[in-house]
């Protein structure tokens, strides 16, 4: 006797589809959030249009409810509201009245209660946006004081050596390196440097990390030693290289669990006090070098690492560029501008709109990127994400605009926390032109 199988309804079906191994997936919805500008840049006062287009599957979807908010620098409040979505795009329209940024979201849940969001940044006068608050008083007695100790401290250099990329065998040189720091931590990081280099022949090029905890890197320093430079790596802590990831995992979790509020309310024991002392070191460790050119430094990081990257370039005059992704620590006093600090957003506010902690704040103006960027002498490129809500685009700008010589910034409107390959190509780009342009100066 032979079997029929009928095919019944979709719940029929879907059994068959499963039973044959054909995958089914569930609708994908998307929230596609954008201006009406590409470039998403406006002035103080003008209209800026956020347009809204939910769809499933790349179709347009109707009748749906979309939540949206739109959080803008200078408000005391968030402004909130509903849409309807049709097969056209919403447009929610609104006004800054003074420089900074306005993050739009919009969110909106599927059947199932999953969440689905999107972002837009617009920015009204970025290029005017001033400092919460500039330190004028005793910064430079502060960290003139500072970098003096680490001037009197002999150099004490430890250098390992350690393997390289096969293809670049015989070409470049690594160390695990180790230099004496003031603070009870060294410097810790990877050199690297071409094979039988001339005395001051080469530019040099510091890298720092961004915030967590990790090992320096070799690969990044390797790569740019066999292109004609000294290159070193720094790790932000002071810790051991090339570790198995347990360990860092550790440190993490354990005695560098949340370390960048560890005394903050103490200038002389605020954990960023020692991380800078190191950052000003390894500057001095390079240039010891006598392999350096004595003409050309370059510092570069991210977020974090962007942030100790203004750092070195402000405390030492002999950076002559500085490229600073989405950088951290700038601008902790924004909130008197009513606009979000940048991170690790030392200073915490109370439901009355105040500091809950005075002494954070007194400590705060030392450590500040904007601070730091006033004093720089270097040629500089910043990049700044306008969706990006840890190292908000306000508090970039803020250190960006105090910067006195020769920048550039380059925005990317729809990034959050980080950059684009395009833009890493490009400062790429930046940095191998000015290399470039070394020997010719």
Not at 41 to 62: A, N, Q
Not at 87 to 100: C, D, H, Q, S, Y
Not at 393 to 422: D, F, M, R, T, W
Request: include cysteine; charged fraction near 25%; glycine fraction near 10%.
């Amino acid at each position: 006797m032979k079997r029929k199988l009928s095919l019944k309804g979709a719940t029929c079906t879907l059994g068959v589809f499963l039973f044959l191994g054909i995958s089914v997936s569930a609708a994908e919805y998307v929230l596609d959030v954008k201006t009406d500008r590409p470039e998403a840049l406006y002035s103080t006062g003008e209209k800026i249009k956020f347009k809204v287009l939910l769809t499933e599957d790349g179709k347009p979807v109707s009748g749906k409810t979309v939540n949206y908010s739109i959080a803008r620098d200078g408000a005391r409040e968030t402004t909130r509201g509903k849409i309807t979505s049709s097969e056209e795009p919403a447009v929610i329209e609104t006004v800054m009245e003074n420089p900074g940024f306005a993050l739009f979201t919009a969110a909106f849940s599927d059947e199932n209660g999953k969440r689905i969001t999107g972002l837009a940044g617009a920015g009204a006068d970025p290029l005017k946006i001033k400092p919460g608050f500039e330190l004028k008083d005793d910064f430079d007695k502060f960290w003139d004081g500072k970098k003096e100790e680490l001037n009197k401290l002999p150099l004490e250099i430890k250098m390992d050596p350690v393997a390289v990329p096969p293809s670049l065998k015989g070409k470049v040189e690594c160390f695990d390196i180790k230099v004496n720091c003031v603070g009870g931590k060294p410097v810790s990081g990877y050199f690297a440097r071409p094979v039988n280099a001339a005395k001051q022949s080469l530019p040099a090029i510091v890298t720092y990390h961004g915030a967590g905890v990790r090992s320096a890197g070799k690969d990044g320093i390797c790569n740019s030693a066999a292109r004609g430079m000294l290159a070193l790596d720094i790790n932000a802590h002071g810790i051991d290289n090339g570790k198995p990831q347990e360990y860092y995992k550790n440190l993490n979790g354990t005695s560098l669990k949340h370390y960048s509020h560890f005394d903050s309310g103490d200038r002389e024991k605020c954990y960023f006090l020692g991380m800078l002392q190191r950052v000003y070191r390894s500057l001095q460790f390079i240039k010891s070098q006598p392999e350096w050119d004595g003409k050309y430094l370059i510092v570069r990081g991210g977020s974090q690492g962007g942030g100790q990257s203004i750092a070195a370039a402000g405390l030492d005059p002999q950076v002559t560029f500085c490229a600073a992704f989405v950088p951290a620590l700038c601008d902790h006093y924004g909130y008197l501008a009513k606009r979000p600090n940048g991170w690790p957003r030392f200073i915490e506010l109370g439901k009355d709109g105040k500091p809950k902690k005075e002494d954070v704040v007194n400590t705060s103006k030392y450590f500040d990127g904007v601070n730091f960027a006033s004093r720089i002498k270097a040629e500089v490129v910043f990049t700044v994400g306008f969706i990006d809500t840890t190292c908000c685009p306000s508090s970039v700008y803020a250190a960006y605009n105090s910067v006195p010589g020769k920048k550039q910034i380059i925005n990317n409107p729809l990034s959050g926390h980080g950059s684009p390959p395009e833009t890493t190509k490009k400062v790429s780009q930046i940095i191998d032109e000015y290399i470039k342009t070394c020997g010719k100066k």
